[in-house]
DNA sequence: CCTGAAATCGTCGTTGC
DNA sequence: GCAACGACGATTTCAGG
C-alpha cells in the first residue's frame, strides 16, 4: 500500500474520536452523533480502513486485572553484533510489548510487561545478554491510550526572533 | 469497583485473544474459533467486560496516516513545585498520550506524539517549564500493541543458589 | 452450556438532491 | 458526488430444556 495521507476534514475527525472511545458502535449509534445517515458514515468509516486510518479494532485488556500488574521501561544498549532486533525473534520475549529505534545513545526502548517482580529480574537477566540495560520500573500511569487528535490548527507550535537566543 | 483478579481459564485467554485481535468479532464467529455456542460466549464476554478485564473496545488509529509521524519518549525530573502532574491539567498537553510516574532519578515518563519537528521543539520548550527533560525521538517502531497474553505456566523465571554470585 | 424464535442491526440497491 | 429510503440477510438476545 502506498503511504498517502488523506486529507481528513471535521466529521472524519468527528468520526475517529467516537470510534477511539468506543470501537463497537452501530452505524446508527454514530450517524447521530456525527449528524450522518447511517450509509453515509458507514462509507466514511470504510474508506478510513482502506486508506489505513483505521488500521483495526481492539478489545482493551487491563493488564493488572489480567494477572500482570508490573511495567517496565527499558533503554537498551545494544552489543555490537548482538542487537536484540537481529538476533532474536519477538516470540522469544512475549514480556516485551513494545519495541522502538531511538537517536541519541540508547540503540532502543523496550515497554515490557511482567506477572511478578521475580519475572521482572528474569526478563533483566535474559535481555542483558544482549547489551547495556537501562531500567525504568513504572511506579503508576496517570494516563495512557489517548485518543489521536486533530492537529492544532495554529500549527506554528512557537514564535522566536532569528539568531541564537 | 473492587480490585480482585479474576480467574481466567484457558478459554476465556482464547476469547480475549482473538478480541485483541479484532474486537468486532460476532459473537458468531467468536464462537466457532473457541469451540462454544454464541450465547455462551456472549456470556464469558459479559462477564469479562463486568469486571473490569476487557476495558473496553478501540478502533485503533495509524498517527502517521492521521499527519503525526512523529514520536518522542520524554523523561522528566519535575523541578520542586512545579511537577506537570500537579500544576497541568491534561488537556494542556494534547501531544502527551502517556504519562507515567517512574521509581529512579526521573520523575516521570512520558509518550509524545506530534505532527512535525517545529511541534516537537515547541513541545519540549514547554515542558521545559516544569522540569528537566531528557528526550529520545523514535526513529521507528518495530511493534507496538502486543496483545496481553497468559502468563507462562513455568511461573519461576530463573533458578539461582543462595547468596552472591 | 446448547437449541429455537423474535427483535434489532448491517448491507445493498434504488431514488432524489 | 453525497445523502435518504426500503427490503433482504445476519446477528444479538431472550426463553426453555
Not at 78 to 99: A, M, N, Q, W, Y
Not at 139 to 160: C, K, Y
Request: charged residues 25%.
Amino acid at each position: 500500500m502506498t503511504f498517502q495521507e488523506r486529507n481528513l476534514d471535521a466529521t472524519d475527525w468527528q468520526i475517529l474520536a467516537e470510534l477511539q472511545a468506543d470501537g463497537r458502535l452501530s452505524y446508527n449509534q454514530l450517524g447521530k452523533r456525527v449528524n450522518l445517515s447511517p450509509p453515509a458514515v458507514a462509507d466514511r468509516v470504510r474508506r478510513l480502513e482502506e486508506s489505513g486510518v483505521i488500521a483495526g479494532y481492539r478489545a482493551e485488556v487491563d493488564p493488572a486485572r489480567a494477572g500482570q500488574p508490573l511495567s517496565a521501561f527499558v533503554q537498551m544498549r545494544c552489543t555490537t553484533g548482538r542487537c536484540l532486533l537481529k538476533t532474536t525473534r519477538s516470540e522469544d520475549f512475549p514480556e516485551v510489548l513494545e519495541i522502538h529505534k531511538l537517536s541519541g545513545n540508547s540503540c532502543t526502548m523496550l515497554r515490557v510487561r511482567v506477572a511478578s517482580m521475580l519475572h521482572l529480574e528474569g526478563l533483566f537477566e535474559r535481555l542483558g545478554e544482549h547489551g547495556e540495560l537501562n531500567t525504568h520500573v513504572v511506579l503508576s500511569t496517570e494516563f495512557e491510550g489517548r485518543p489521536v487528535q486533530p492537529p492544532a490548527s495554529d500549527a506554528r507550535p512557537v514564535t522566536r526572533s532569528a539568531g541564537w537566543s
